[in-house]
């Protein structure tokens, strides 16, 4: 049974730009880990550098139970069972949605997974039939995460999930993101700069800036120390 993914001593950097420095992150399944940080802070390179993102160079060790992943492609880290939301929301827009979910089933996954999914992720229940390029972003958006989860994966990397969305959806997708862990058994990495939806949501928090982590704990400890939160997370 598949239970932690761990990223020990991790460097990363595109080309001669070193974009990450010495990164240990522990996530077990069933949990929910919270990545902060401003802008180029260094949370989408952490993601990447998981899923093994050819462009980037990479350090250390990235490895599920012991298994490492850092000599694998990006497609057999998906096999493995990461599954990865980029913060492009890359659906096919002349699919319908259905069909989007469809492709992504993978070989083995229950038939049941479609139901399952759409329960965790209700939103996207009455958007079955509709054309990619026919939703809203926030609905591209929770059609992306139900499609990572169609591939019952142990592990779900989200990027900037709410980055651009309107607070109605925001809450919706939240109260979804919030109950994966336990309905799919799922370990979640949500990176965001939305301060009030990672700290609603995560067992706990990690605070990158400038490539290295400079905080970790729980989100009550971040939440309770503005001054913390002043130095490391605000803007301007
Ligand atoms: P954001 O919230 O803006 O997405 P982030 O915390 O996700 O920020 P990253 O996108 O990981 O930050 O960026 C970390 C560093 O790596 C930044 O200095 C950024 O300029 C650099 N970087 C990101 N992508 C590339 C790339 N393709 N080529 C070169 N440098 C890059």
Redesign the pocket.
């Known amino acids: 049974m598949t239970s932690t993914l761990t990223v020990t001593g991790l460097s990363a950097s ?2 001669l ?1 070193s ?1 990450l420095k010495s990164i240990d992150l522990r996530v077990e399944k069933g949990r929910c880990v919270g990545l902060l ?1 401003r ?8 993601l990447k550098s998981i899923v093994a993102d050819p ?1 980037i160079t990479v350090r250390g060790d990235v490895a599920i139970d012991g298994r490492s992943l850092r000599k694998l492609a990006t497609y057999k880290v998906a096999r493995l069972g990461v599954a990865w939301v980029p ?1 492009t929301r890359r659906i096919f827009t002349r699919l319908t949605v259905a069909e989007n979910l469809d492709i992504a089933r993978r070989r083995g996954v229950a038939s049941d997974q479609l139901e399952r999914v759409l329960e965790a992720v209700p939103l996207v229940r009455g958007l079955l039939k509709r054309a990619g390029y026919e939703l809203s972003g926030g609905e591209q958006q929770a059609v992306t995460i139900a499609r990572a989860l169609m591939s019952a994966p142990d592990f779900l990397l989200l990027d ?1 999930p709410t980055e651009g969305l309107s607070p109605l959806i925001v809450e919706q997708l939240q109260a979804s993101i919030a109950r994966l862990p336990e309905i799919f058994d799922l370990g979640v990495v949500v ?1 965001e ?1 939305n301060f009030r939806f990672v700290t609603d949501l995560a067992d706990e928090v990690h605070v ?1 800036e400038t ?1 290295e982590m400079v905080w970790s704990g729980t989100p009550e400890l971040l939440v309770s120390d503005p001054d913390l939160v002043d130095r490391h997370l605000s803007v301007g």
């Open positions: 595109y080309g730009a974009a940080g802008n180029g802070a260094g949370k989408t390179t952490l462009e913060d900037e990176a700069q990158l490539g």
